[in-house]
């Protein structure tokens, strides 16, 4: 049986879309972030050592990691379901999404994010500098980094109905939270093929599904 250690609000929800989606038995064992903080407990770090989720056991087997966790289930459970076959082109590319959506994806918008909360937590004295210099960090680079990233995921979307190809992958699972959080904090809301990739996945019955195991879900 799988054990997905889910922390609240996390990118773990993606984990529990995929097992959603696969029809598979699974556990859930949860952890909720510190409130002050918003950083995860301590006891994550009795499953791994960053102590970050998402991780997930099977057996013996300790996985991190998103995208590893994805490839892992897709490869010992997926029956060949959601991922293209060997030798593709569909396959070349959802690895290469697979991949992106946290090498790549991530960096401006947790920047953005970073950016965004850093005035609030500065001294009082502070705030007004630290404003001003997070201010001009977004304006000069991290926005444009991320609005380079939205518009290249809106032509990607413009030339097929998935990332990968015509049919939905676990490239697709792994995309969700980056343009979730793009359309959240970056502008990406305003892209009708984004905006329509959103509303298709949030339609999905594994998908609310997940969200229902999973619990309220803010990734903005």
Do not use: C
């Amino acid at each position: 049986m799988i054990v997905v250690h889910h922390l609240n609000n996390s990118r773990s929800q993606r984990v529990l879309w995929l097992l959603e989606e696969l029809g598979l038995p699974y556990e859930i064992k949860r952890y909720e972030r510190d409130a002050k903080t918003m950083l995860a407990p301590p006891e994550l770090k009795a499953i791994h050592p960053l102590g970050k989720s998402p991780v997930i056991t099977d057996g013996d087997k300790v996985i991190a990691e998103t995208g590893a966790i994805v490839e892992y289930i897709l490869e010992n459970y997926g029956d060949g379901r959601l991922i293209p076959a060997a030798g593709t082109p569909e396959r070349l590319r959802h690895t290469y999404w697979l991949h992106y959506a946290e090498g790549s994806a991530m960096t401006p918008l947790l920047l953005k994010l970073v950016f965004t909360a850093l005035p609030a937590r500065a001294p009082g004295l502070m705030k007004g500098l630290v404003k001003s210099i997070a201010g001009k960090a977004q304006a000069s680079f991290v926005d444009p980094q991320l609005k380079a990233h939205v518009d290249y995921w809106e032509a990607e979307l413009s030339k097929s109905e998935w990332f990968a190809g015509s049919e939905m992958t676990g490239a697709d699972i792994m995309m969700s939270f980056p343009l979730e959080a793009g359309a959240a904090r970056g502008g990406a809301s305003t892209r009708p093929h984004v905006k329509a990739f959103l509303a298709k996945i949030h339609a999905r019955p594994a998908y609310q599904r997940a969200l229902e195991r999973g619990g309220p879900y803010a990734y903005a």
